[in-house]
């Protein structure tokens, strides 16, 4: 059965200290991965898009890449209101998005 | 902004009471999906209009769970009967076409069942 596994569940970072955080996939055929962000009481912002090894995107103060089993979303230098919860998705079937549980990131200043 | 809205963005229902959770996507987005968010866990499917057409109902957890997209536009989620396991957040995305996969999300509506 298709899986997306996230790690850690939750990161407390001090300002500028850069982190990484981790979503692994078990799936056939990957179509693409997502990295949303999800604040308290919204629903998920969509950040990026990957579709293949060795892809990376870079917004700000994150970068995503991509593996053939994981994804990484790298965070330089990280603010206060870096301060959120990413999740990560792969698609399914009719285009659905299976999500990870998500990292909850927590940055003091 | 011309995000996706829903409404109510709380709602309060009795054990047994009936709701119904309203989505306006995108304009011209032709696909959309209801999740189900717990607390502290990622969304989960629930179903997947393209157009008019439900596609895919998997994701229902049971009959008491109905949604509709009559006109390919505006849907609504209903809930029969609410149960206290009906508790969470639902999330309404939309997207441009179908296979784009980039799903843009509104705010969610919260049910609390009493």
């Known amino acids: 059965e298709d899986q997306v596994t996230q790690s850690p569940e939750a990161l407390r970072l001090q300002e500028g200290e850069s982190s990484s955080l981790n979503c692994s996939y078990t799936?056939?055929?990957?179509?693409?991965l997502f990295w949303y962000r999800q604040d308290p009481g919204k629903g998920p912002e969509f950040l990026f898009t990957?579709?293949?090894a060795g892809e990376e995107k870079e917004k700000e103060r994150l970068k995503a890449t991509l593996t053939k089993k994981e994804s990484f979303l790298h965070i330089t230098a990280p603010k206060p209101e870096d301060s959120a919860t990413y999740l990560c998705?792969?698609?399914?079937?009719?285009?659905?998005?299976?999500f990870g549980t998500g990292t909850r990131l927590q940055v003091f200043p | 902004g011309a995000g996706v809205s829903q409404s109510p963005r709380y709602k309060v229902a009795k054990r047994g009471q009936d709701v119904a959770l309203r989505c306006d996507p995108i304009?011209?987005?032709?696909?959309l999906f209801w999740y189900q968010q717990a607390l502290g866990q990622g969304p989960e499917f629930l179903t997947y209009?393209?157009?008019?057409?439900?596609?895919?109902k998997s994701g229902l957890p049971s009959d008491r769970f109905f949604a509709e997209r009559p006109e390919g536009s505006v849907s609504t989620l209903k809930i029969q009967r609410t149960q206290q396991e009906d508790s969470a957040v639902y999330l309404c995305?939309?997207?441009?076409?179908?296979?784009?996969?980039?799903?843009?999300f509104g705010p969610g509506t919260r049910l609390t069942v009493t």
């Open positions: 990957l579709y293949s």
């Open positions: 209009f393209q157009n008019e057409a439900q596609l895919d």
């Open positions: 998705a792969v698609p399914y079937n009719t285009d659905k998005l299976i």
């Open positions: 799936v056939s055929g990957l179509r693409g």
């Open positions: 304009s011209g987005h032709v696909s």
């Open positions: 995305a939309s997207s441009f076409r179908r296979n784009s996969y980039e799903q843009y």
